[in-house]
């Protein structure tokens, strides 16, 4: 098992890469779960298996914890749910995961992705509150992974209208060691 860190995303979340090789498993329930992770609010795990090693069928995808279904949604693959483990497999996809980080002053943002024919909520994770000389302010971050294509980002509040951030930046994570085209994101301002 190999991991390395990477870089810090905010004051208290890491994006790293694990990659676990030539491990065999004998008379066990599932061969990976997160649920536990879950429960103690890990959420949005997006795993690449390269080799397929953890696909029901043998083919290369990503496993994605079921908090991060709404990329299912998005990514226009097959993904079937893992029993027990807390997870979907999707075969033969790639994704690429996004971090968006916007102000959260004033109000509760939900950040909303759309494809052109379908739209999900961004996992939303606690805003990180910050100090700069006086004043005082909160970062909302929000994740998001996505297959190649065109997506585009709004902001609504919990009552559906529509909401502009002082600022978003869109941040790539980790690459996927998986081959992909573009995906392209527009903010909607």
Not at 68 to 79: A, K, P, Q, R
Request: with cysteine; net charge negative; glycine share 6%.
């Amino acid at each position: 098992i190999e991991s390395d860190y990477l870089r810090p995303l905010d004051g208290t979340s890491l994006s790293t890469r694990t990659i676990i090789d030539n491990v065999s498993f004998d008379n066990v329930p599932h061969l990976i779960s997160t649920c536990n992770a879950e429960n103690l609010g890990a959420n949005d795990m997006i795993m690449e298996d390269i080799a397929g090693s953890l696909s029901p069928t043998g083919s290369p995808g990503f496993l994605l914890t079921t908090s991060s279904d709404s990329s299912i949604e998005l990514s226009g693959v097959n993904c079937v749910p893992l029993q027990g483990s807390c997870l979907s497999y999707c075969d033969h996809s790639c994704l690429q995961t996004y971090s968006v980080e916007t102000d959260s002053v004033g109000y509760d943002q939900i950040m909303i992705v759309s494809n052109g024919s379908s739209s999900v909520e961004g996992s939303k994770n606690t805003p990180t509150p910050s100090s700069e000389l006086t004043f005082t302010w909160s970062r909302a971050h929000y994740s998001i992974s996505l297959p190649a294509g065109d997506f585009d980002i709004s902001f609504q509040d919990h009552n559906g209208t529509v909401v502009y951030p002082s600022f978003v930046l869109v941040k790539d994570m980790i690459a996927p060691l998986c081959a992909k085209d573009d995906t392209t994101i527009t903010i909607e301002r």
